[in-house]
């Protein structure tokens, strides 16, 4: 679709990873909706096959999220196209992809090699740039208006202790996402700011024989599409953490003060 130079009349959402998985399911339930949906994905083949099925209203670019001028350009191209954007949701992400516990190689210093942290770039520094883009755009609107709905996972909120850079990637989603839904909640902002945290879902980065295997607790697309609707259709959520538990979701709020002195270190200092 080309840029016609007028604001949508459509609502417009911007999903990250939207080629394939949970990003793909929630894309085909907001096209159902009626919204204009720019997808952006690394996977150029699965994003143009996407938007060509699904019609005009989804268009596609390709990006690596992890690169922030990459992403910026995303962000830019929808706004070319529809002037407005009411809806991100920052869903990319892999899991750990080296063994953090196995014994290192050595480098000739006898250092151990630098380890793969390359799961904190797309899983937690691209979110960061999404959420940092995206109060951009949901500034120029009109309105000033928007939602943020980042993907977590249940290992930020409990060890996953196989996945331990992932689950240190995930928690910091929670954490940034607290941060934003209160900050600008205290501004008056009208922007929600919200996470998902499922369990394991069948996606791209979930092995099929391990998904196989473990059939009878797997997350369903079905609950992942559930959240982040319901995070659209009442904006009285905010700083919410669904954990999304099979059929399950659960809003986590942040954990109560130890006592008075670290509430006030923590909403009084900083």
Same mark, same amino acid.
């Given at each position: 679709m080309?840029?016609?130079?007028? &604001?949508?009349? @459509? %609502?417009? /959402?911007?999903?990250?990873?939207? /080629?394939?998985?949970?990003? $793909?399911? &929630?894309?085909?339930?907001? /096209?159902? %909706?009626?919204?204009?949906?720019? +997808?952006?994905?690394? !996977?150029?083949?699965?994003?143009?096959k996407v938007a060509r099925e699904l019609g005009d209203k989804v268009s596609f670019t390709n990006a690596d999220v992890s690169d922030y001028d990459q992403q910026a350009k995303a962000f830019v191209e929808t706004w070319k196209q529809w002037s407005r954007l009411d809806f991100v949701f920052a869903n990319a992400g892999i899991i750990d992809r080296t063994n953090f516990y196995e014994p290192a190689e050595e480098r000739e210093d006898g250092a151990p090699v630098k380890p793969d942290t390359s799961v904190l770039d797309i899983c937690l520094t691209a979110v960061v740039y999404s959420a940092y883009l995206a109060l951009h755009y949901f500034r120029k609107n009109p309105d000033k208006a928007g939602k943020l709905v980042s993907t977590a996972s249940m290992a930020g909120l409990?060890?996953?202790?196989?996945?331990?850079?992932? =689950?240190?990637?995930?928690?910091? &989603?929670?954490?940034?996402?607290?941060? #934003? @839904? %209160?900050? $600008?909640? @205290? #501004?008056?902002e009208p922007i =929600?700011? !919200?996470? +998902?945290?499922?369990? +394991?879902? /069948?996606? !791209?980065?979930?092995?099929?024989?391990?998904?196989?295997?473990?059939a009878k607790i797997l997350t369903p697309h079905s609950t992942i599409v559930r959240a982040v609707d319901g995070f659209l259709t009442d904006s009285s959520k905010n700083g919410l953490v669904a954990e999304c538990s099979i059929e399950n979701i659960h809003y986590r709020v942040q954990p109560d003060w130890s006592d008075e002195k670290a509430k006030e270190v923590m909403t009084g200092v900083y």
């Open positions: 080309t840029s016609t130079g007028q &604001v949508s009349s @459509a %609502q417009v /959402a911007l999903v990250t990873g939207g /080629a394939s998985g949970m990003g $793909l399911s &929630v894309v085909k339930h907001l /096209a159902e %909706q009626g919204w204009n949906v720019m +997808i952006v994905d690394y !996977n150029e083949e699965s994003g143009q409990y060890p996953s202790h196989g996945l331990p850079v992932y =689950t240190s990637a995930k928690h910091g &989603v929670v954490g940034i996402t607290r941060c #934003l @839904a %209160q900050r $600008l909640e @205290a #501004l008056q =929600t700011v !919200n996470c +998902i945290c499922p369990g +394991i879902v /069948a996606t !791209n980065i979930s092995s099929s024989p391990m998904t196989d295997a473990i």
